[in-house]
C-alpha cells in the first residue's frame, strides 16, 4: 500500500494531492517551522523531492 502511495504522488501533478500530503507531512514533521508557514514549507520540500526523484 505505501509503495502505491508514494509511487502515485510521483507520478502526480495534482494540486490537490500535494495539498493533502503537504498538510499531513507538515504536523508530522515540520513543527519547527511557524505554524501558518508549514504547509507551504513542506509543498516546496515535496516539489524538490519530486524533481530529484524523476532525475534518478
Do not use: K
Amino acid at each position: 500500500m505505501a509503495e502505491r502511495v508514494a509511487v502515485e504522488f510521483l507520478r502526480s501533478d495534482d494540486a490537490e494531492l500535494d495539498l493533502h500530503s503537504a498538510t499531513v507531512w507538515a504536523e508530522l514533521t515540520a513543527s519547527d517551522v511557524p505554524y501558518e508557514e508549514r504547509v507551504g514549507f513542506v509543498q516546496m520540500w515535496m516539489r524538490e523531492v519530486r524533481d530529484a526523484l524523476r532525475r534518478v
